[in-house]
């Protein structure tokens, strides 16, 4: 059980950090040994920050259902993201067996973080119908390992000149669909899990839950300080030692 009360504990920690708690988990379940099924595993602990989520953007929520401009958007960047997701479901599945791959999409989420140092002049607090549209784009990367959605989305607004607060908050109004369908689609797997994982994986839950909405409330102070690019060194620093030293 200590095992996934450590994967809950990093999954809470980087889901929402943009480091890719996708990533992480792949390299961390080779590590440690865990045989059950990979994605299965991921779409339990995902369920525990998606349940984290909700909670820390509760009156956000609220206030989305009653603005239809903003729900429009938001249900666009989902679409645009489901589809991508849908058409090259076998092609971001098997990426998910490959440490490589998740190596190189930490060194690209790092040189992305880190290209946004330079931007300063962000102002804008209303989204139109062009962010939307590549927010969707561009949110259809991370479901590679090692993109992280947080990191790709928010560095996406940034780059189109949304103010911090906005970026962050509408970053994750979006991903809370993507999430829940993400999991929806795989809970299927979840009927060949053992019966003796069902308590391991239930500590993984409460731990991503927990852990989610302290790695929120951070974020969100990081961003207001205009230090989020100091993420990509992390990326990168993840991206080498995967690279060399994971096979």
């Known amino acids: 059980m200590i095992k996934y009360i450590f994967l809950g504990i990093v999954q809470g920690l980087t889901e929402f950090l943009p480091v890719s708690s996708s990533g992480h988990l792949v390299i961390l379940q080779k590590i440690l040994g865990i045989n059950t099924d990979q994605l299965a595993v991921s779409v339990i602990l995902h369920l525990g920050t998606l ?7 509760w ?12 729900l429009s958007l938001v249900s666009l960047v989902v679409l645009i993201t489901g589809i991508i997701g849908v058409l090259g479901k076998e092609f971001f599945e098997s ?13 690209f989420t790092g040189l992305i973080l880190i290209s946004t140092k330079r931007l300063n002049r962000l102002n804008r607090d ?24 947080s990191g790709i989305t928010i560095s996406t607004l940034f780059y189109r000149r949304v103010e911090r607060g906005v970026a962050f908050t509408f970053s994750f109004l979006v991903s809370i669909p993507v999430i829940l369908g993400a999991a929806f689609l795989e ?8 019966g003796g994982q ?5 500590a993984g ?27 990509g ?10 690279l060399i030293f994971i096979k």
């Not at 731990?207 to 100091?230: D, E, P, Q, W």
């Not at 060194?233 to 995967?242: A, D, E, K, R, V």
């Open 205 to 231: 839950f409460i731990f991503s839950l927990l852990t989610g909405l302290l790695s929120l409330l951070f974020l969100r102070m990081v961003i207001n300080k205009a230090k989020f690019h100091y993420f």
């Open 59 to 70: 009156q956000d929520i609220l206030n989305l259902l009653r603005d239809l401009r903003l």
């Open 187 to 194: 809970a299927r797997k979840l009927d060949d899990i053992p």
């Open 198 to 202: 069902v308590l391991n994986l239930t």
């Open 126 to 149: 209303k989204l139109k119908l062009k962010d939307a549209v590549i927010l969707g784009l561009s949110q259809s990367l991370a479901i590679v390992p090692g993109i992280s959605r």
């Open 233 to 242: 060194y992390y990326c990168f620093f993840m991206s080498l030692i995967t």
């Open 95 to 107: 990426l998910f067996n490959s440490v490589k791959a998740v190596g190189i999409a930490w060194l």
């Open 51 to 57: 349940i984290a989520l909700i909670i820390f953007f």
